[in-house]
């Protein structure tokens, strides 16, 4: 961390966005609050997007860290990196096909500043902002149209009101120490956040800062192909607690079992991996042994219908050879 560190540090991983990056580098170039920096990870993007973001570091006045990976190295590689490379006493991320509205990081400074009580609370977390798509859609949802009111909720409490996506402003030491899952190109985030944020207190406000472009392909999500699914694998088990699963629907446990072992298997995960990685499998063992015939010939469907990408082989051997870059505007 230097001296002299901005306020915020926006936090952008990227792979093949460039037909997006423009929108989102205009909306930081528009901002009315100044104090921030831009730390931005190509994940070995084969489009544009190298020369559009060296084009960004030469025109601007504002701070930019660029973290170019020469292979693709998967989304929780390049969110450690970006945490390994900010300066910022407060983080937030925004995606690359996502950009921001021309006052978000003037509400987030005086909302910051407004509550200044919360300066030495190591349980205050910070901000809960709302998102916005390019259609006018609200991205972040109620639960059965409750709205809560603007103030402080534990973050379990306001994620029992509020669901989607929001933007999530928090203090920079939170992440001290603290890695995401190296496990595929995609591991989901819960994985980390989950406990990171338990218990915490979060300030919910009322204000969009953020608008979501639904409209971009090959997102990284689970779509017609199976793909990530040694970090789906490792998700379940790391999410999946006794607690939560005791709160399932019957037909719940049984798909998240089943899904488990399908995931694992095309993963490449053995048995006896599966049962020591997750409490529920050594916990209900006779159930998990009675799903594993489930389990097997819907993968074995998986492959005959050539819905799997292996993925997980790929990634590890992109780790072992790719180089990083890190370059600094000013």
């Keep these: 961390m230097t001296s002299n560190r ?59 860290t660029y973290i170019h990976s020469s292979l693709r190295v998967g989304k929780s590689k390049m969110d450690n990196l970006l945490l390994d490379n900010l300066n ?123 608008i979501m472009d639904r409209s971009a392909e090959n997102s990284i999500t689970h779509g017609k192909k199976m793909q990530y699914c040694k970090g789906s694998s490792y998700a379940i088990a790391k999410t999946i607690s006794h607690k939560r699963y005791k709160d399932l629907s019957l037909k719940n446990k049984l798909k998240t079992l089943i899904n488990y072992i399908r995931y694992s298997f095309h993963g490449d995960i053995s048995i006896s991996n599966q049962v020591r990685d997750w409490e529920i499998a050594r916990i209900f063992f006779p159930l998990f042994v009675l799903l594993l015939p489930a389990g097997f010939l819907l993968s074995y469907r998986d492959i005959y219908l050539g819905k799997v990408e292996k993925t997980h082989i790929l990634f590890e051997e992109n780790i072992s050879k790719t180089k990083i870059n890190i370059k600094v505007n000013f």
Aim: glycine share 6%; charged share 25%.
């Design 88 to 210: 910022g006493k407060y983080i937030f991320w925004c995606d690359s096909d996502d950009y921001l509205t021309n006052n978000a990081l003037e509400i987030i400074k005086n909302k910051i500043i407004s509550l200044a009580r919360y300066e030495n609370d190591d349980d205050f977390i910070g901000l809960f902002g709302i998102n916005n798509g390019t259609d006018g859609e609200l991205q972040t949802h109620y639960h059965n149209n409750f709205v809560p009111s603007e103030g402080e909720y534990l973050w379990q409490d306001l994620e029992k009101n509020v669901s989607g996506d929001g933007t999530i402003i928090v203090n920079s030491k939170l992440f001290k120490g603290k890695r995401f899952p190296e496990i595929d190109f995609l591991t989901i985030e819960s994985v980390l956040l989950r406990d990171l944020y338990f218990n915490k207190k979060i300030y919910f406000i009322h204000d969009i800062l953020k």
């Design 6 to 64: 901005p306020f915020i540090s926006i936090l952008t991983p990227t792979h093949n966005r460039a037909d997006f990056l423009p929108k989102l580098f205009n909306s930081l170039r528009a901002q009315t609050f100044k104090d921030f920096e831009w730390v931005i990870a190509n994940d070995g993007s084969i489009d544009e997007s190298h020369v559009l973001i060296k084009s960004y570091m030469q025109s601007e006045n504002f701070k930019i």
